[in-house]
């Protein structure tokens, strides 16, 4: 069997499996009393899914068939696939699996902990399409806080050319915002074929001149270690180094630390502020 039928083959079986591990009750039928085996039938897949029955059938029987987006994501629903199934049924399918909005659920506590514990070092949780979906204390007092923008608001490109307090952060804006678009882009080249990405950049391009003017010129940067100057309304100037790592359990999570760069007095300022957002706390919440 050469590599193509072969993987014709692992897709018909995989869905095969699948389909026997939903019930009836799952997905708004009724059980039934004369069924052979368990899970949905065929039919019964290919109804709820839009597609027609014979089709589906030499899909599960490895036939060489084209499989659609649409149809993959219409299958993904109807077997209640989890997200490793997804990319495992677009990979047999050879179509690039979508990527996602992680919620703050796939943090793991350890994580936190370690984003906790950097106490003087703003730092921050981003996933693949650069949406913060966790940070310490240091970053959002330093850049944002997150926790009062909604979750679909959470996106460091949209905050970098849409919030005026946080460019105002940054002394060459212009630099930085075209560095910081040009490490999306790259990062966007993996994902190129995912819809969220045209919609996302259609709204920038839509609500920023800047954004709508660079985006076209397809610069391209690496996202490597470098430091960062940034002016803060109350702690004044903080000189920073910049580091990322990934998270090995989900390498589409990847951790930024903003370490204060020696030789400078941005620790101190770092405490000072942690200090007072402390005060004031306690003196709001006596």
């Known amino acids: 069997m ?14 095969k499996t699948r389909r026997a591990k939903i019930s009836p009750e799952q997905v708004g039928l009724p059980a039934g009393i004369r069924r052979r085996t368990p899970g949905l039938r065929r039919e019964e897949v290919a109804s709820l899914a839009g597609i027609g029955v014979t089709w589906y059938t030499w899909l599960e029987q490895g036939r060489p068939i084209q499989v659609s987006i649409q149809i993959l994501e219409s299958l993904s629903r109807v077997l209640m696939l989890n997200r490793q199934e997804i990319v495992h049924l677009y990979a047999l399918a050879q179509h690039v699996p979508p990527s996602y909005y992680p919620s703050p659920e796939e943090v793991k506590p350890m994580h936190q902990h370690v984003l906790d514990n950097l106490m003087e070092s703003p730092a921050m949780i981003v996933d693949n399409r650069w949406n913060v979906i966790a940070w310490n204390r240091a970053a959002a007092l330093v850049f944002c806080d997150f926790s009062r923008l909604e ?9 970098m050319f849409t919030d005026k307090h946080f460019a105002g952060l940054f002394p060459d804006w212009e630099i930085s915002a075209q560095t910081m678009l040009g490490k999306f882009r790259a990062d966007c080249s993996q994902y190129i074929e995912d819809p969220w990405i045209t919609q996302f950049v259609d709204e920038l391009r839509s609500i920023s001149k800047e954004f709508d003017q660079w985006w076209p010129m397809h610069r391209i940067d690496k996202d490597r270690d470098m430091y960062k100057l940034l002016n803060h309304r109350l702690a004044g100037q903080l000189n920073f180094e910049i580091t990322s790592f990934l998270i090995s359990e989900n390498t589409n999570l990847k951790m930024y630390v903003n370490t204060p760069k020696n030789g400078t007095d941005t620790r101190q300022k770092l405490k000072q502020l942690l200090e007072a957002d402390v005060s004031e706390q306690v003196l709001v919440h006596p």
């Open 151 to 159: 979750c679909s608001k959470r996106n460091l490109m949209r905050i």
């Open 2 to 15: 050469n590599h193509t039928k072969q993987r014709h083959h692992e897709l018909g079986d995989f869905l």
